[in-house]
């Protein structure tokens, strides 16, 4: 298993500006992701953070709009750059290992308000 | 693409009655697993069927898996009201290494 530790838990934030969220597993995970689940809804994944090289984003999510970092196998941030109210959400990482028949962990999200 | 779609439903049960949740999905799967999510923080991982089992239990959990149906039952036994909380399934494929949510079904158990 893993345990993620994702921060901040919550903020507030001015239009225009941007905000950079941490997840920090406590063991090596090969893949880890971001996602973003308005209230009530399903999880969107955001991109596949990838060690070492870019990340893989999802069709509607542009790397200038949400830069991804993965300097190592158990580390990975994800910058809402420029943010809209739009972008009021919560986003939370995940990891999981390569084999398929293997289970996601979740850090416990980052609740954004963009005003 | 892949998704897991569970019917949309909000059940309200009472403390110590059953509650079963559904889950369809669209292609062939590897896997399919709950996820439960507590006032919208992190998800936690309940119970992962493969493709090549029909039932599986875990504690109060039972997880049902039809194939040729392409869907998925949640049946929570004897529930408690920290049960309360909503609950996703999701589907691995073969070949690819992200999970697909549904949508997820949100159950309240009164105390």
């Known amino acids: 298993s893993a345990v993620i530790s994702q921060k901040p838990s919550r903020d507030i934030c001015q239009r225009g500006t941007s905000l950079t969220i941490q997840c920090q597993v406590d063991?090596?995970?090969?893949?880890m992701f971001w996602y973003r689940q308005q209230p009530g809804q399903s999880l969107t994944l955001i991109a596949t953070?990838?060690?070492?090289?870019?990340?893989?984003?999802e069709s509607g999510f542009v790397i200038d709009k949400f830069p991804i970092s993965r300097p190592n196998l158990t580390f990975s941030t994800l910058t809402v750059s420029n943010m809209s109210p739009e972008d009021s959400s919560i986003y939370l990482c995940s990891a999981r290992d390569s084999l398929m028949n293997t289970e996601a962990f979740f850090g416990q999200g980052t609740r954004l308000t963009v005003v | 693409s892949q998704q897991g779609e569970e019917d949309p439903q909000a059940l309200s049960i009472q403390e110590g009655e059953n509650a079963t949740m559904n889950c369809s999905y669209k292609?062939?799967?590897?896997?399919l697993q709950w996820y439960r999510q507590n006032s919208g923080r992190g998800l936690v991982h309940l119970i992962l069927?493969?493709?090549?089992?029909r039932e599986k239990h875990s504690g109060r959990l039972r997880v049902t898996l039809d194939t040729s149906k392409k869907s998925s039952s949640l049946l929570i036994t004897a529930s408690r009201a920290a049960d309360t909380a909503s609950y996703f399934c999701?589907?691995?494929?073969?070949?690819?290494?992200?999970?697909?949510f549904g949508k997820g079904n949100q159950v309240v158990v009164i105390p």
């Open positions: 063991s090596q995970v090969t893949m």
């Open positions: 069927i493969r493709s090549n089992e």
């Open positions: 999701a589907t691995a494929t073969y070949g690819n290494n992200r999970l697909a």
């Open positions: 292609t062939s799967i590897n896997n």
């Open positions: 953070a990838n060690q070492g090289s870019e990340a893989t984003y």
